[in-house]
Nanobody
Framework: QLQLVESGGGLVQPGESLRLSCEAS????????IGWFRQAPGKEREGVSC????????NYADSVKGRFTISRDNAKNTVYLQMNSLKPEDTANYLC??????????????????WGQGTQVTVSS
């Protein structure tokens, strides 16, 4: 059973940065596309970014383009989400999901089979 553990969340001020990590307990992560999603209280889950298993394909939500960068280190079984220029509207619980996908990824949560518990990001002055 593939397990995912997110870390790196916290409380920051607007304009600051955070780097989230999604570590997977699997022998070969490069068969899996990884997606980052977020959910704020009272709102639907929103796709933030995803990366294919081989790292060659990425997607970003319009709201984070130019501010967030997704990357992966398959040797460490870890996917990262670098978040810069954070805004209050980025406040949410951030979760990562995994689904088989070597060359492509999509930002549709129904596609993802395995999920972590999430890490809270709060952006407030």
């Amino acid at each position: 059973q593939l397990q995912l553990v997110e870390s790196g969340g916290g409380l920051v001020q607007p304009g600051e940065s955070l780097r989230l990590s999604c570590e997977a307990s699997v022998f070969t992560l490069n068969y899996y596309a990884i997606g980052w999603f977020r959910q704020a209280p009272g709102k639907e889950r929103e796709g933030v970014s995803c990366i294919s298993g081989n790292g060659g394909s990425t997607n970003y939500a319009d709201s984070v383009k130019g501010r967030f960068t997704i990357s992966r280190d398959n040797a460490k079984n870890t996917v990262y989400l670098q978040m810069n220029s954070l805004k209050p509207e980025d406040t949410a619980n951030y979760l990562c999901g995994a689904t088989p996908g070597f060359r492509q990824c999509v930002l549709t949560d129904k596609t993802y089979v395995h999920w972590g518990q999430g890490t809270q990001v709060t952006v407030s002055s």
